[in-house]
């Protein structure tokens, strides 16, 4: 089994920057890709970024590009999300992925995933 847990999110103003974290715990050697999904309120969950299990290939939205970036560091069983010039849009709960395997695709379909974390509030005042 393998367990997520986000940290990182808070409340920030608009232009401003937040890093969160996702560590991973237990079988994390059966991890592969690792992504980032998030939700506000009354929309639906959407794709943010997705990082291959070398951390070298990396997969992102439209909407985020340029402005956030993904890494991970596998000896800390770790990814993190760097989100830069923030905008309210931004606002959601942001909620970490983890792809059991084989493939390291780093698929932006939530069905790719296998295991969730509960999500941090990241929250961009105007």
């Known amino acids: 089994q393998v367990q997520l847990g986000e940290s990182g999110g808070g409340l920030v103003q608009a232009g401003g920057s937040l890093r969160l974290s996702c560590a991973a715990s237990g079988r994390t050697n059966s991890i592969y890709a690792m992504a980032w999904f998030r939700q506000a309120p009354g929309k639906e969950r959407e794709f943010v970024a997705a990082i291959s299990r070398n951390g070298i290939i990396t997969n992102y939205a439209d909407s985020v590009k340029g402005r956030f970036t993904i890494s991970r560091d596998n000896a800390k069983n770790t990814v993190y999300l760097q989100m830069n010039t923030l905008k309210p849009e931004d606002t959601a709960v942001y909620l970490c992925?983890?792809?059991?395997?084989?493939?390291?695709?780093?698929?932006?379909?939530?069905?790719?995933?296998?295991?969730w974390g509960q999500g941090t509030q990241v929250t961009v005042s105007s």
């Open positions: 992925a983890a792809d059991g395997g084989p493939y390291s695709h780093t698929s932006s379909r939530s069905q790719h995933y296998d295991y």
